[in-house]
């Protein structure tokens, strides 16, 4: 039996993305002994009971804090803010590792990188930057420093904010952490102070990035192929190994695939292959794959860093 478990939360609506991490985290050997635990954001009653042989528990955590508009947010707000009570919630573990629904895993690998560092008292996550941004437009690099300023400014005032907008913004869709570790405590009270005036979907993630920064709570920082954000990136695909990697070389193989903003997107998306050439492919996991037949010349004008970052979840 695994020593640590998988956490994640959903509602119906993500169903079909739910159902790609699972599959993707039980095609591994070593992922149908991990136990899941599923926080419920609104599941209707079938999709549980369809769901209970393949997660361990299901919990609603409702409102693990009180705040000012809370009556008019909707349910799946509780994702954001139930993160730092996770241990409450699912007692008896000694590691916690959260995978957002809109993640697949690609590579072991990364689940074994979250595991052991956060067994070393850090929090493991990625911090998002990658040699990769070098081909995104001073457009794009300024629109991802706009809104870490409004981030931090609005969570903690442009003091905070200053010493801190410039840094990687560690993403709080894939994180590991001991159930003994100090960061839950500090993540906790910061959450309780910010919700009240920043009631966002970044609250959980500025909160985390607070801990790390300012606190100075230990930090493991990851490599983005555990955590690979397709609306920052788009990653390549190698049809001969049949997998996503990097986009640059020497192309390593992405460990966990997050189809974060736009990427979140059905149907096809134009990614390039590592041999110059390009194919329209779904991005979700069990979808068909190219061969090398499918692959076209590459345009002129290259379609891999055009998702938007305004949605930079």
């Given at each position: 039996m695994a020593d640590f478990t998988i956490l994640t939360a959903s509602d119906s609506q993500h169903l079909p993305m739910l159902r790609g991490l699972l599959d993707s985290i039980q095609a591994f050997p070593e992922g149908r002994d991990v136990p899941i635990s599923l926080f419920d954001m609104g599941l209707a009653a079938e999709d549980k009971q369809a769901l209970g042989h393949r997660v361990a528990e299901i919990v609603d955590p409702g409102w693990d804090l009180d705040f000012s508009g809370q009556e008019k947010m909707p349910a799946w707000f509780k994702a954001y803010i139930c993160r730092p009570f996770i241990p409450r919630h699912f007692p008896g573990h000694d590691i916690y590792l959260w995978l957002d629904a809109d993640m697949w895993v690609q590579d072991w690998a990364a689940i074994r990188s979250f595991v052991r560092a956060a067994k070393r008292g850090s929090l493991a996550a990625v911090a998002t930057t990658d040699r990769s941004f070098c081909k995104l437009s001073s457009e794009q690099l300024q629109e991802r420093l706009n809104l870490s300023i409004q981030?931090?400014?609005?969570?903690?005032?442009?003091?905070?904010?200053?010493?801190?907008?410039?840094?990687?913004?560690?993403?709080?869709?894939?994180?590991?952490?001991?159930?003994?570790?100090?960061?839950?405590?500090?993540?906790?009270?910061?959450?309780?102070?910010?919700?009240?005036?920043?009631?966002?979907?970044?609250?959980?993630?500025?909160?985390?990035?607070?801990?790390?920064?300012?606190?100075?709570?230990?930090?493991?920082?990851?490599?983005?192929?555990?955590?690979?954000?397709?609306?920052?990136?788009?990653?390549?695909?190698?049809?001969?190994?049949?997998?996503?990697?990097?986009?640059?070389?020497?192309?390593?193989?992405?460990?966990?695939?997050?189809?974060?903003?736009?990427?979140?997107?059905?149907?096809?998306?134009?990614?390039?292959?590592?041999?110059?050439?390009?194919?329209?492919?779904?991005?979700?996991?069990?979808?068909?794959?190219?061969?090398?037949e499918a692959t076209t010349p590459i345009a002129a004008t290259s379609a891999s860093y055009t998702l938007s970052l305004a949605k930079i979840r």
């Open positions: 981030w931090w400014t609005s969570g903690y005032g442009q003091e905070i904010a200053r010493r801190h907008y410039m840094r990687p913004s560690i993403n709080g869709g894939a994180f590991a952490l001991a159930a003994a570790a100090p960061h839950w405590q500090e993540w906790r009270q910061n959450m309780a102070v910010v919700i009240q005036k920043f009631p966002n979907f970044m609250v959980d993630q500025i909160t985390m990035n607070y801990v790390i920064y300012e606190r100075g709570l230990p930090f493991a920082s990851l490599p983005m192929t555990c955590n690979w954000m397709c609306n920052v990136v788009m990653p390549q695909y190698d049809v001969q190994q049949g997998g996503f990697v990097s986009p640059e070389e020497p192309h390593e193989r992405i460990g966990i695939m997050h189809l974060s903003g736009a990427a979140k997107r059905e149907g096809q998306h134009v990614v390039e292959t590592i041999d110059g050439g390009q194919v329209e492919m779904s991005l979700r996991y069990g979808a068909p794959r190219p061969n090398a």
